[in-house]
């Protein structure tokens, strides 16, 4: 997340591996490299809208951007994390502003920026038609256990679609809070 970004701004798909397993994760089966391993890809954009919508001109450098340094409001990744290791690290998930958004507050995202830099280390490749290539990956039999949208592998994904329904279920009982999650310094790379 240097200045200049070394990710291009350009489109692409983009793998995620981690040197630490978060719970409740089983990793049994996935791509290994170098002590890491691979548990999301996603791409940048999104596939084109079927419903005659201009589509997304998001790039790979926007949105590792919005993986590293956002909030998870804005990222499925971060949203996906956080409830994993929210009892590990101390964070829980929390409506803010308005209510109609959930994020780990400040302090909470700026944790999770701490772990990520600390465990997570992402590649990616340009390509013209990211989700070409993403519904290829899903399809291939890599297991990809945190990535949720498209994965065939169900087992995977019941888990985490329940640990994040009773995050937001428990952000909904508690009080709404002031602060985003949004901008922070110190905590991203």
């Not at 970004?5 to 350009?10: E, G, L, N, R």
């Not at 590293?68 to 971060?78: D, F, P, V």
Request: hydrophobic share 35%; with cysteine; aromatic share 6%.
């Amino acid at each position: 997340m240097s200045s200049p970004s070394a990710a291009p701004a350009a489109p692409g798909v983009y793998a995620w591996y981690f040197d630490e397993v978060p719970p409740f994760i089983d990793a049994s089966g996935c791509h290994a490299w170098q002590q890491c391993t691979l548990l999301y890809v996603g791409i940048s954009p999104k596939a084109p809208p079927m419903n005659g919508r201009a589509p997304s001109r998001s790039t790979l450098k926007a949105r590792l951007r919005t993986h590293y340094g956002g909030n998870a409001e804005g990222s499925t990744l971060r949203l996906t994390l956080g409830c994993l290791i929210a009892p590990r690290v101390g964070i829980e998930l929390r409506r803010v502003g308005s209510g109609g958004r959930q994020t780990f507050t400040n302090p909470g995202e700026q944790k999770l920026d701490k772990w990520m830099h600390k465990h997570a280390f992402v590649s990616w490749m340009q390509v013209e038609h990211p989700h070409h290539v993403e519904q290829n990956i899903l399809a291939s039999g890599v297991r990809l256990p945190l990535s949720i949208d498209g994965n065939p592998r169900l087992e995977d994904t019941m888990r985490l679609k329940e640990i994040r329904f009773e995050a937001r279920r428990q952000a909904c009982d508690l009080p709404i809070v002031v602060d985003s999650g949004g901008p922070r310094r110190g905590g991203t790379r």
